[in-house]
């Protein structure tokens, strides 16, 4: 093999540059020839390559998002999308594919390696809902994004004895919220994977005004069933019963965006390079995942098939110390 091409997919995340980074040096010191894949899997459809030299990637592991462009395919579901990529990567001459990105992507890894081309995935998502790796690629610097937030969110609401609610991302997997309660001492977390209605919550931070708190942060899960916006509406028909003022507070895509913290650039070089050693190696069809402090190589077909859970002493630990 020569040729390979590595993209990236799906929604950025800190340290996909890393990655990116890890792959064109690992592999051009490995003898590839490296290319880049602009904007996901619609690059692969619309052949839009380029050729990727050590220099190329110089500079840019500090930089949040991804320098590939990254994208949600819809065409590249279909059948037809497939076979259009898998021409286009051979018409370049390409014998191997990288590519780093969440669920979605390995899903498209996946149906691309059914079809018999070789492909490598590399776990990268800041939901950390990825069967095949204990922590993906830019969990940490979103997760510290959120912390920061929430001690801001402390400050302000100690002030005027306020109650927030912080939403933030993770899609339908609670990870990312209750890390955040856990490392910001939340007085409640909503996570889809624990069912909780909204009187338990307004219950939870009464409770927090009458023990004398200055203030309440419950952390909501975008995917949870009661989501910011439903509390809200909930809350402000029960006003008079929860004691705090409450204002509400969105993260969205902020936490995505910053510069990646210094295990999110290591663990990306680390499953970067890792993703080259098993091309080298002629280990395809696999995610490169980090489990019990090692680089892992887990079939796709598991991948997607698999649910990754949420380790439920972490659940019972933040209902502790809230
Ligand atoms: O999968 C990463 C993620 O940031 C999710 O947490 C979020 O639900 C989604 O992507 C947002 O997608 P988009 O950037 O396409 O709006």
Same mark, same amino acid.
């Given at each position: 093999?020569?040729?390979?091409?590595? &993209?990236?997919s799906?929604?950025?995340?800190? $340290?996909?540059?890393?990655?990116?980074?890890?792959?064109?040096?690992?592999?051009?010191?490995k @003898?590839?020839?490296?290319?880049?894949?602009?904007?996901?899997f619609?690059?692969?459809?619309?052949?839009?390559f380029?050729?990727?030299?050590?220099r190329d990637?110089?500079?840019?592991?500090?930089?949040?998002?991804?320098?590939?462009?990254?994208?949600?395919?819809?065409?590249?579901k279909?059948?037809? @999308?497939?076979?259009?990529?898998?021409?286009?990567l051979?018409?370049?001459?390409?014998?191997?594919?990288?590519?780093?990105?969440g669920?979605?992507s !390995?899903?498209g890894?996946?149906r691309?390696?059914?079809?018999?081309?070789?492909?490598?995935?590399?776990?990268?998502?800041?939901?950390?809902?990825?069967?095949?790796?204990?922590?993906?690629?830019?969990?940490?610097?979103? &997760?510290?994004?959120?912390?920061?937030?929430?001690?801001?969110?402390?400050?302000?609401?100690? #002030?005027?004895?306020?109650?927030?609610?912080?939403?933030?991302?993770?899609?339908n997997?609670?990870?990312?919220?209750?890390?955040?309660?856990l490392? @910001? $001492?939340a007085?409640?977390?909503?996570?889809?994977?624990?069912?909780?209605?909204?009187?338990?919550?307004?219950?939870?931070?009464?409770?927090?005004?009458?023990?004398g708190?200055?203030?309440?942060?419950?952390?909501?899960?975008?995917?949870?069933?009661?989501?910011?916006?439903?509390?809200?509406?909930?809350?402000?028909d029960?006003e008079?019963?929860?004691?705090?003022?409450?204002?509400?507070?969105?993260?969205?895509?902020?936490?995505?965006?910053?510069?990646?913290?210094?295990?999110?650039?290591?663990?990306?070089?680390?499953?970067?390079?890792?993703?080259?050693?098993?091309?080298?190696?002629?280990?395809?069809?696999?995610?490169?995942?980090?489990? !019990?402090s090692?680089?892992?190589?887990?079939?796709?077909?598991?991948v997607? #098939?698999?649910q990754?859970? &949420?380790?439920?002493?972490?659940?019972?630990?933040?209902?502790?110390?809230?």
């Amino acid at each position: 093999m020569k040729k390979i091409a590595v &993209l990236t997919s799906g929604g950025d995340a800190p $340290g996909m540059n890393a990655a990116i980074r890890a792959v064109v040096r690992t592999g051009l010191v490995k @003898g590839f020839e490296v290319y880049g894949v602009k904007n996901g899997f619609s690059g692969l459809l619309a052949g839009n390559f380029v050729n990727l030299g050590p220099r190329d990637v110089g500079g840019i592991m500090q930089r949040g998002g991804t320098v590939l462009g990254s994208a949600r395919c819809s065409d590249f579901k279909m059948l037809a @999308g497939q076979k259009k990529a898998l021409r286009n990567l051979n018409s370049m001459d390409i014998e191997g594919l990288i590519v780093i990105g969440g669920n979605g992507s !390995q899903t498209g890894s996946f149906r691309l390696s059914e079809l018999g081309f070789p492909v490598v995935g590399v776990a990268s998502t800041i939901d950390n809902d990825l069967y095949g790796s204990e922590i993906t690629i830019g969990v940490d610097t979103a &997760l510290n994004i959120a912390l920061e937030a929430v001690d801001r969110l402390k400050i302000t609401a100690s #002030s005027h004895q306020r109650a927030f609610l912080l939403e933030v991302m993770g899609r339908n997997c609670g990870y990312l919220a209750l890390m955040t309660a856990l490392a @910001g $001492g939340a007085e409640a977390v909503i996570i889809p994977e624990v069912p909780t209605q909204p009187e338990e919550i307004a219950d939870k931070i009464e409770e927090a005004y009458e023990k004398g708190k200055a203030h309440a942060i419950v952390i909501v899960a975008e995917g949870a069933e009661y989501n910011a916006e439903k509390l809200s509406n909930y809350f402000k028909d029960h006003e008079d019963t929860i004691g705090f003022d409450l204002r509400v507070a969105i993260l969205g895509h902020i936490q995505r965006g910053g510069s990646p913290s210094a295990y999110d650039r290591i663990l990306a070089s680390r499953l970067g390079s890792g993703a080259v050693d098993a091309m080298a190696s002629g280990l395809y069809g696999v995610l490169t995942g980090w489990i !019990q402090s090692k680089v892992t190589y887990t079939p796709l077909s598991e991948v997607v #098939s698999k649910q990754k859970t &949420l380790d439920k002493s972490l659940i019972e630990l933040a209902s502790i110390l809230d």
